[in-house]
T-cell receptor
Framework: NAGVTQTPKFQVLKTGQSMTLQCAQD?????MYWYRQDPGMGLRLIYY???????DKGEVPNGYNVSRLNKREFSLRLESAAPSQTSVYFC??????????????FGNGTRLTVT | AQKVTQAQTEISVVEKEDVTLDCVYE???????LFWYKQPPSGELVFLIR??????QNEISGRYSWNFQKSTSSFNFTITASQVVDSAVYFC?????????????FGAGTRLAVHP
C-alpha cells in the first residue's frame, strides 16, 4: 500500500534555481494539498486542489506554483528558490473537499534546503 | 480568528509516566472538526483521531485518550504509561466547516521525549 508518495526525499538548491516536487496518491482521493513545515510553526497550507482540474491558494502561496496533472498527481514548483523556502514539504490527500470525516493522508515529506 | 495553540513546546517524561498534551483552539464556526497527528522521528505524519464539534464524548484507544471540552475550547490528549515509542512531535489541528475546503489549521506542535 503506497498511499501518498513524494519525490525527492531530499534536495539542495542554490538561490534562484527552480525545481518541481512530485506527489502521487493511489487511494483515488479527490483532494490533494501541499504543506510546508517550519520549526515552531506547525504545518501551513501552500496550495490545495479540491478536485482534478482545480487549484487554489492556501495560507502561504507566494513563490510557488502547482499543477494537478490528473487525479493521482499534484506537483509543486519553485520557479526561483529563495532561502526562505528552506523547509520540509508535505503532500497530502483526502477523500473529498468538504468531507466531514476525511482525515488527511500525508506523504513522507521532502526536505529542501536553499543556500 | 481561527487558530490552534499548543502551549507546550517540549515535554520530557520518564517511561511509564502519564502525560497530557494540551490543545486550545479558536473558531467562529459552530461546526468544526479536531484532529491529532503524530510525527515520529522518521518524519511521516500519522493520523491519530478526529472529533466533530457535536460529539463531546471522551475517547479512549488503548493507552491514548482524548478529552474534548467545548466550554474551554480544548481538545487535550493523554498518554497513559508512556513508552519510548511515544517519542514524537504531536500536532493538534482544527478544520472549520466554513471555507468550502478541507483546510486544516495546525498548532505548532508539542515535542514529547520519553526516556527509559
Amino acid at each position: 500500500n503506497a498511499g501518498v508518495t513524494q519525490t525527492p526525499k531530499f534536495q539542495v538548491l542554490k538561490t534562484g534555481q527552480s525545481m518541481t516536487l512530485q506527489c502521487a496518491q493511489d487511494m483515488n482521493h479527490n483532494s490533494m494539498y501541499w504543506y510546508r513545515q517550519d520549526p515552531g510553526m506547525g504545518l501551513r497550507l501552500i496550495y490545495y486542489s479540491a478536485s482534478e482540474g482545480t487549484t487554489d491558494k492556501g495560507e502561504v502561496p507566494n513563490g510557488y506554483n502547482v499543477s494537478r496533472l490528473n487525479k493521482r498527481e499534484f506537483s509543486l514548483r519553485l520557479e526561483s528558490a529563495a532561502p526562505s523556502q528552506t523547509s520540509v514539504y508535505f503532500c497530502a490527500s483526502s477523500e473529498a473537499d468538504r468531507g466531514v470525516n476525511s482525515p488527511l493522508h500525508f506523504g513522507n515529506g521532502t526536505r529542501l534546503t536553499v543556500t | 480568528a481561527q487558530k490552534v495553540t499548543q502551549a507546550q513546546t517540549e515535554i520530557s517524561v520518564v517511561e511509564k509516566e502519564d502525560v497530557t498534551l494540551d490543545c486550545v483552539y479558536e473558531t467562529r464556526d459552530t461546526t468544526y472538526y479536531l484532529f491529532w497527528y503524530k510525527q515520529p522521528p522518521s518524519g511521516e505524519l500519522v493520523f491519530l483521531i478526529r472529533r466533530n464539534s457535536f460529539d463531546e464524548q471522551n475517547e479512549i484507544s488503548g493507552r491514548y485518550s482524548w478529552n474534548f471540552q467545548k466550554s474551554t475550547s480544548s481538545f487535550n490528549f493523554t498518554i497513559t504509561a508512556s513508552q519510548v515509542v511515544d517519542s514524537a512531535v504531536y500536532f493538534c489541528a482544527l478544520k472549520p466547516f466554513s471555507g468550502g475546503y478541507n483546510k486544516l489549521i495546525f498548532g505548532a506542535g508539542t515535542r514529547l521525549a520519553v526516556h527509559p
